[in-house]
């Protein structure tokens, strides 16, 4: 039985890069921080850097993860002025939601999502 979402995580080929990048994302630093793995936690879930350890293409760039944010069209700016590359425009799935999703410098899928409908249980 699945207990629900724990890490999600990206490739990178320059893990200190990320680690800096993601670091001025999120606005802190990871809570673990090695040379094979970097792990922010993110609200009680990981968001997880994994060098790729063989350039391009060598692991697969998405993993489809969205994460909650209050503003998706500040945190969408927020993400375009830090480098990452838009992949379409915000978009209103109906109900208040509105999802997004870029590119990071190093190729992978970063989602956002703001629902309103959505409360984790306290």
Do not use: H
């Amino acid at each position: 039985m699945l207990l629900g979402l724990r890490s999600a995580f990206c490739y990178v080929d320059d893990i200190v890069a990320a680690k800096t990048w993601y670091s001025k994302v999120l606005g802190f630093a990871p809570y673990f921080d090695q040379p094979f793995y970097v792990g922010f936690n993110v609200g009680g879930y990981e968001l997880g850097l994994s060098p790729d350890g063989g350039g391009p293409g060598n692991k697969p760039r998405a993993y489809g993860a969205y994460w909650g944010v209050k503003d998706v069209k500040a945190v969408y700016a927020r993400l375009l002025e830090l480098g990452a590359e838009p992949r379409g425009e915000i978009q209103d799935v109906g109900e208040g939601i509105l999802i997004a999703d870029v590119l990071d410098p190093w190729g992978n899928v970063f989602g956002i999502i703001e629902n309103p409908n959505f409360k984790l249980p306290a």
